[in-house]
């Protein structure tokens, strides 16, 4: 009952796990542009961002495509069933991480032709590698079914969390003051809540891998330290 | 081969269907009293909006447990599966909505102690009432499979999307001017801008019934007129 029997069924799982990762790739790539094109102030490498959305999009929908038939086909159960259902939220997951990537590369247009701030975006460059690194993190633990190193994974997103807090309240305040023009704040604080959410993303990934291989649902639970 | 023998599985997906818009109008609840919190800045409201997230959050476990239950056991095929698919990625959008409304409410927080503006954020006001009826549409339209009002209200986003617009325009220009404070404005903005992700969810769960009812898969497609 809980063991698929079929080689077969392995081999399709691998090929829809391979372009996930394809998918993952492409994401990481995106948010990485976006955010080297906020900090130049590079409006065009912020408008190639803005196009190779599609492609990401495009890997979504057949992902979703290649979960169904696999499903109506194999009718795979348990532990399978549930890396199919994983694999097919990752996929959501990453779509969203395209659609920040995107915002970011909007925030980067619309200060295109400010002059740089004298900080040269310090915080956000950290959050990006951050982010960054949680994201290749969450999609090789998934590829690895490793559990460990997904609850490692989830535990970084309070990192973030709090950088992206900092970077909110320093903006504000030097809004307030009148440091910072409000149009180049603005941009500034999307910029850290587009990455605070890819984070985000990163870490429902993580929650995924978790209940594939334990078959418990981690989401929305307190964790216990 | 494209049409189920079981009633019993009818029986199960109608069940699972109510639940979801049971979460459906926990999750419009939400997103209304977030915005009357924010609008009054009614910080205790607020507090409640942020309590009660869990509800809806409890309401996405069980409907993927449901879904994942009803895939293994009565292994649908062709359109039944495409519904229970649609079904879970429906109540993942209506988890976020409840996330956005967390998010308002924070805002609303935030300034909480602040004298109500003269605009009495008539924007905001109209901007979530226009949200929120996006959302009962799609919920109600999600329950009849009825496609052409589907595609009435993925139309309805456009008007979210340019009134979201304004209010960011017109409050970017109010804060350069001095006239509002940082933190209101950023609150505001931020309002905004979760009322607009809202209407997004709102359009991707007409776009499962779509899927569900054609399908065919409009999600990234770009419409003809």
């Given at each position: 009952m809980t063991r698929h029997i079929s080689e077969q069924f392995d081999a399709e799982l691998d090929a829809i796990q391979l372009k996930l990762l394809e998918m993952g790739g492409l994401a990481e790539n995106q948010v990485k542009n976006a955010a080297a094109a906020f900090v130049a102030h590079n409006g065009d490498l912020a408008g190639e961002v803005r196009g190779n959305d599609r492609s990401v999009n495009a890997l979504e929908l057949a992902i979703d495509e290649d979960c169904t038939h696999i499903i109506a086909r194999r009718q795979p159960a348990a532990s399978d069933l549930r890396r199919v259902i994983a694999i097919m939220k990752a996929g959501t997951d990453l779509e969203r991480v395209g659609d920040e990537a995107k915002r970011i590369a909007k925030s980067a247009q619309a200060i295109e032709g400010y002059e740089r701030p004298d900080h040269e975006y310090a915080e956000i460059r950290r959050l990006s590698t951050l982010v960054s690194t949680m994201l290749t993190k969450s999609l090789d633990a998934f590829a690895r079914t490793d559990v460990d190193d997904a609850f490692a994974i989830i535990d970084l997103d309070d990192e973030i969390d709090s950088l992206h807090q900092d970077v909110i309240d320093r903006t504000q305040a030097s809004l307030e003051s009148g440091e910072t023009p409000a149009r180049e704040a603005l941009a500034h604080i999307m910029v850290a809540r587009a990455l605070e959410r890819i984070g985000d993303h990163a870490k429902n990934i993580c929650e995924y891998l978790v209940y594939v291989a334990k078959?418990?649902?981690?989401?929305?639970a307190p964790r216990s330290s």
């Open positions: 078959g418990e649902d981690v989401r929305h």
